[in-house]
T-cell receptor, first 114, second 112 residues
Framework: DTGVSQDPRHKITKRGQNVTFRCDPISEHNRLYWYRQTLGQGPEFLTYFQNEAQLEKSRLLSDRFSAERPKGSFSTLEIQRTEQGDSAMYLC????????????FGQGTRLTVV | DAKTTQPPSMDCAEGRAANLPCNHSTISGNEYVYWYRQIHSQGPQYIIHGLKNNETNEMASLIITEDRKSSTLILPHATLRDTAVYYCIVRVAGGGADGLTFGKGTHLIIQP
């Protein structure tokens, strides 16, 4: 499968714990995006990378959230001291270049904070 | 905020063409119209995009009005598997903010 891969697909954690999600983009896609989606809403943009550089962060990305893409390939999204309000689907997408083509999404990681 | 307006829901009979409208009256000259869909509990799926000319691919056709203030996504022969939320998004193709801004989309229900 050469699509965007996310791991894990589901995560249940206790409030206050840290969690980390991984995204493997489509090979050779230099842009990588993170989104969050809550029930009944469309996905909301969090941040994006061009290669290893994080170029944009949404105001939704609080200090407890951090994303990395150390070698310009896979990316991780970490949430520290999780809160119940962090419960959502976390989606990753990748694209070759904004002007040239669309972003393709993974299946997401469903986070439940109890 | 999303720069598009879509009806919250639509029904279509299986085998018929599904025509999904989208208003984007404030679209700029360098903004493209993108369509995605999301089937329950899955990630959004890219469908098609265009700037000002009509576009067609294996999934759908995109008709953009001459003034570019609205567009229609056409699924020519809808099947039950086309039941999903369809998002119309305008996206600039040069510098500045890069993230897609999703609205609430249109929930398309294909009836057997």
């Amino acid at each position: 499968d050469t699509g965007v891969s996310q791991d894990p697909r589901h995560k249940i954690t206790k409030r206050g714990q840290n969690v980390t999600f991984r995204c493997d983009p489509i090979s050779e896609h230099n842009r990588l995006y993170w989104y969050r989606q809550t029930l009944g809403q469309g996905p909301e943009f969090l941040t994006y990378f061009q290669n290893e550089a994080q170029l944009e962060k949404s105001r939704l990305l609080s200090d407890r959230f951090s994303a990395e893409r150390p070698k310009g390939s896979f990316s991780t999204l970490e949430i520290q001291r999780t809160e119940q309000g962090d419960s959502a689907m976390y989606l990753c997408a990748s694209s070759l270049d904004r002007a040239l083509g669309p972003a393709f999404f993974g299946q997401g990681t469903r986070l439940t904070v109890v | 905020d999303a720069k598009t307006t879509q009806p919250p829901s639509m029904d279509c009979a299986e085998g018929r063409a599904a025509n999904l409208p989208c208003n984007h009256s404030t679209i700029s000259g360098n903004e493209y119209v993108y369509w995605y869909r999301q089937i329950h509990s899955q990630g959004p799926q890219y469908i098609i995009h265009g700037l000002k000319n009509n576009e067609t691919n294996e999934m759908a056709s995109l008709i953009i009005t001459e003034d570019r203030k609205s567009s229609t996504l056409i699924l020519p022969h809808a099947t039950l598997r086309d039941t999903a939320v369809y998002y119309c998004i305008v996206r600039v193709a040069g510098g500045g903010a890069d993230g897609l801004t999703f609205g609430k989309g249109t929930h398309l229900i294909i009836q057997p």
